[in-house]
Nanobody, 124 residues
Framework: QVQLVESGGGLVQAGGSLRLSCAASGRTFSTYAMGWFRQAPGKEREFVAAISWSGGSTYYTNSVKGRFTISRDNAKNTVYLQMNSLKPEDTAGYYC?????????????????WGQGTQVTVSS
């Protein structure tokens, strides 16, 4: 069992930055791949980024490449999403999730555990 708690969301102007954190409970965190997804009102859940269990592989959706960076610290049971050059279209609830395969996926169905989410609002 893995419990996930996100933090770091907030209101920021376009062009600004935020760093999201996702703290995980459980001793098996280092065996899970971790992903970030987002969902805006009236829209489907969207893959943002993922990182493999070791941190050796990372994946991004095209719209955030070059602006967002996913990383993890297995000693702290935490995964991060550094978001730079934020745009109004990045406004959404952001959710972290744990994938037991360890490799990461763009498919939300691959993930077994989800956090409650943290809201990111980017003003123009």
């Amino acid at each position: 069992q893995v419990q996930l708690v996100e933090s770091g969301g907030g209101l920021v102007q376009a062009g600004g930055s935020l760093r999201l954190s996702c703290a995980a409970s459980g001793r098996t965190f280092s065996t899970y791949a971790m992903g970030w997804f987002r969902q805006a009102p009236g829209k489907e859940r969207e893959f943002v980024a993922a990182i493999s269990w070791s941190g050796g592989s990372t994946y991004y959706t095209n719209s955030v490449k070059g602006r967002f960076t996913i990383s993890r610290d297995n000693a702290k049971n935490t995964v991060y999403l550094q978001m730079n050059s934020l745009k109004p279209e990045d406004t959404a609830g952001y959710y972290c999730a744990a994938d037991p395969t360890g490799w990461g996926s763009r498919e939300w169905s691959q993930y077994d555990y989800w956090g409650q989410g943290t809201q990111v609002t980017v003003s123009s």
